[in-house]
């Protein structure tokens, strides 16, 4: 049950585009296509921001997209906000659990 | 609205066992699986568990099976999981979670700490 490789930091200017990366392997990312993506601002509660690689849960905004290529997931976020500023992580199904990725903290410069 | 809140957290010394609750509102809570995850200092978010609606089925990571039980009393809304032979890198904030289609977490609680140090 290893976790899924993201890059510790990420950073861009309001207005900017970023994309962060989430490697797993071919028994999660690879296999299915559960992946998920989870904002999480400190001492809040994390937000499911991504599902199913790709959809928005309701009120999630269309400048959140994800991705998904072999073994590797990407969440894009275009347009930054200030209020982008955050922890994200990648989470895959993976058979018989869930594996998250290590978290990316994105700041917004 | 749907709400989670944990509670029981604290501090413990290594070996000693704790019991997490997770009060649920806001949505029928007998038809969801719920999970814990929890974030250690420093650390991404870990799955630790999840239990099926009914209760009759359980999941728990590798880190944490034979020492960690999940459970639910869908009388009272609530989550457990109760913890025993605690080591210090189970110290992290536990978080409640509702499942979302066996395979995501659409909800969680604000987390609740748990300490174990000598």
């Known amino acids: 049950q290893s976790a899924l490789t993201q890059p510790r930091s990420v950073s861009g200017s309001p207005g900017q585009s970023v994309t962060i990366s989430c490697s797993g392997t071919s028994r999660d990312v690879g296999a299915y296509n559960y992946v998920s993506w989870y904002q999480h601002h400190p001492g809040k509660a994390p937000k499911l921001m991504i599902y199913d690689v790709n959809k928005r849960p309701s009120g999630v905004p269309d400048r959140f997209s994800g991705s998904k290529s072999g073994n590797t997931a990407s969440l894009t976020i275009s347009g930054l906000q200030a209020e982008d500023e955050a922890e994200y992580s990648c989470c895959s199904f993976a058979g018989s659990h869930k594996v998250f990725g290590g978290g990316t903290k994105l700041t917004v410069l | 609205e749907v709400q989670l809140l944990e509670s029981g957290g604290g501090l413990v010394q290594p070996g000693e066992s704790l019991r997490l609750s997770c009060a649920a509102s806001?949505?029928?809570?007998?038809?969801?699986?719920m999970n814990w995850v929890r974030q250690a200092p420093g650390k991404g978010l870990e799955w630790v568990s999840s239990?099926?609606?009914?209760?009759?089925?359980?999941y728990y990571a590798d880190s944490v099976r034979g020492r960690f039980t999940i459970s639910r009393d869908n009388s009272k809304n609530t989550l457990f999981l109760q913890m025993s032979s605690l080591r210090a890198d189970d110290t992290a904030v536990y978080y409640c979670?509702?499942?979302?289609?066996?395979?995501?977490?659409?909800?969680w609680g604000q987390g609740t700490l748990v300490t174990v140090s000598s």
């Open positions: 806001g949505f029928t809570f007998n038809s969801y699986a």
């Open positions: 239990i099926s609606a009914s209760g009759r089925s359980t």
């Open positions: 979670a509702k499942d979302l289609d066996l395979y995501y977490f659409d909800y």
